[in-house]
């Protein structure tokens, strides 16, 4: 089966079975770029898979979300007979991913600083006044949210 064929019906089938699959999908296009297409799943050599896991700069923890987006598409590839067999390098044969960053914990005084800082830095501001930035640190700290979990909150209102 076609190399691109394949990851549709992968991506589509793990969205039905209720997956968001948004970045690992991405991945596995990204994937299906880096190769000569029209190609077959079993046309892909470990050279090509590799090529894609190194990418172009340092080792990332990047590298190991790739492998893993492609490890489960050919589980799934060969499970249905879309592949005879998978191109990926042994996982013994992977690099360490590069160590986590430690959080950083800021001492009242930078946060007493970062927070008087708010009205100032936004003065010009075009999307976000003073009040909704402020508002927007003290729930990234207070919950300890990350910047993609801050960027995808909605707001609920019940009904009654």
Known sequence: MILRDAIDDYVAWRRVHGARFVTTARALYQFCQS???????DAVTEREVRRFLDGTGPLTRWRAGKYGALAGFYR???SRGYASRSPLP???????????TPP?????EELQRL????DISRKHAIRLD???FRTLLLILYGAGLR??????????????
């Not at 190769?35 to 799943?41: D, I, K, L, Y």
Request: net charge negative; hydrophobic share 35%; aromatic share 8%.
């Open 35 to 41: 190769v000569p297409e029209p190609v077959c799943c």
């Open 76 to 78: 799934y590839a060969v």
């Open 90 to 100: 042994a996982a013994d044969e992977e690099p360490r991913e590069p160590p986590s």
């Open 104 to 108: 950083y914990i800021y001492s009242r």
């Open 115 to 118: 927070f008087e800082a708010v």
């Open 130 to 132: 003073s009040d909704t």
């Open 147 to 160: 910047t993609s979990e801050a960027l995808h909150l909605i707001m609920s209102v019940n009904a009654e």
